[in-house]
């Protein structure tokens, strides 16, 4: 396989390069506003590209998922088939995290949180939203003795 042209690249994974990216880097850090935004918006559920456009304040939001792939998180986009206003058929893509990926964004939350980069307010909520589903309404379960 030949090595992509950095000039060229696009977000979507190359031949073989599936999976690839999940145990490459360990450690990890941002102060990239763009980059808390995405992962504050991808904690929620899936969201299409547009959206990521408008909530993280790009217009290449493509362009740092393929940044944030090359640092180990895999933020899989699935392609939907739709019509554009013209009756064209397109393509979509809605980007979601993984669950690997949710686990690396917690960690990143607490060490900024230690580091006191990050409000605890915001780092608690952004944890809750980045857990699986069942585990929060489980704690909430035995939060309010339903359990």
Partial sequence: MTTPNPEQHNARRQPGE???SSATTIQFYTGNARELRLFLALAAGPVTREELDRRIGASNTPD???RL???GFDLPCELRAATD???NPVRYGIYRMTAA????VCHLLARRNNAGFIRPEL???LT???A???TVLAVLARFFGWA
């Fill in 132 to 134: 699986p589903v069942a």
């Fill in 18 to 20: 599936v999976g690839k």
């Fill in 128 to 130: 809750v939203l980045a």
């Fill in 64 to 66: 740092l998922v393929f």
């Fill in 85 to 87: 206003r013209d009756g």
């Fill in 101 to 104: 990926d949710r686990r690396r």
């Fill in 123 to 125: 780092a608690g909520l």
């Fill in 69 to 71: 792939r090359q640092r």
